[in-house]
């Protein structure tokens, strides 16, 4: 197999050659179709995630084509699609596991941190978190709800069922779950860089009822808003823009540190929340919707070998939607 590995924090991946992982006990192997990037990955590469598993292949939005399986793992799972997400293992037996909340594990693991992802032809994992895919459909479309989607989906509904939602940061997860919002019949603000005006007109175009800078104040109060960029200076932004009783969502693994505020920005029972990795109820509830809602995901692709070409341009926001790894 072929994989783009992280060597060192903060270098760039190095391509090497391994022998093909072989599937234990409850885990199937697949060949990756396609792997999108999520800004995650940026934060284990420049060590934003402290003790990745090192060297590691980095990629948890994962579609392939299992070829092969572990014992404990029906035989006839081979040969389907399946998707890996950032939640690779839980171990069943904490409390937050009991009480239904996996992604809040105490022994977890994570695809492409703690495991190797899939920044390869091939990758590993856990035949519990492997969701069965549409055979059907274009597995470049299908890799950014992995993350993007699902992170999205869990953010909207710790926003709670208000009209009007804000979203910071309009990348790949703000334009799949806009997209989710406006099949709802919801009023979507969108917040970009200041000048992006492409992301702004893209946000127009999936059907945002406004789009504007992020220190820009949005025409009406906000029921709730949801930060997907890692900016923690956008958390008081935020605050302003949301009505008394309203709620502010941190969708972000890692953010840069909350500036010092006043509490009236608070006050008015407003609520600042965050969301945490994601669950497979998660994902049973959101693929269903995401085809009803008829999701299109906006990719770019780059094969294998220009994964650091790819890293390079999420970072400095060269594209609008997702990128793509097609090995």
Partial sequence: MKAMTLQAIGKPLVLVERPDPLPGRGELRLKVEA?????????VIDGDLANPKLPLVPGHEIVGIVDAVGDGVAATRIGSRVG?????????????????????????????????????????ADASYAFDLDPEDDPVSLAPLLCAGLIGWRCLKKAGHGRRIGLYGFGAAAHIIAQVCVWQGREVYAFTRRGDDEAQRFAISLGA??????????????????????????????????????RVVCGGIHMSDIPAMPYTLLWGERELVSVANLTREDATQFFPIAREATVRTYTVTYPLERANEALADLRAGRFSGAAVIVP
């Fill in 209 to 246: 009822a406004w789009a504007g800078s992020s220190d820009d104040r949005p025409p009406v109060l906000l029921d709730a808003a949801i930060i997907f960029a890692p900016v923690g200076g956008l958390v008081p932004a935020a605050l302003k823009a949301v009505r008394k009783g309203g």
């Fill in 35 to 43: 792997c999108a990037i999520c800004r995650t990955d940026l934060h």
């Fill in 84 to 124: 890996v997400p950032w939640l690779g293992h839980s171990c069943g037996t904490c409390p937050y596991c009991r009480s239904k909340a996996e992604n809040l594990c105490d022994r977890p693991e994570f695809t492409g941190y703690t495991r190797d992802g899939g920044f390869a032809t091939d990758v590993v």
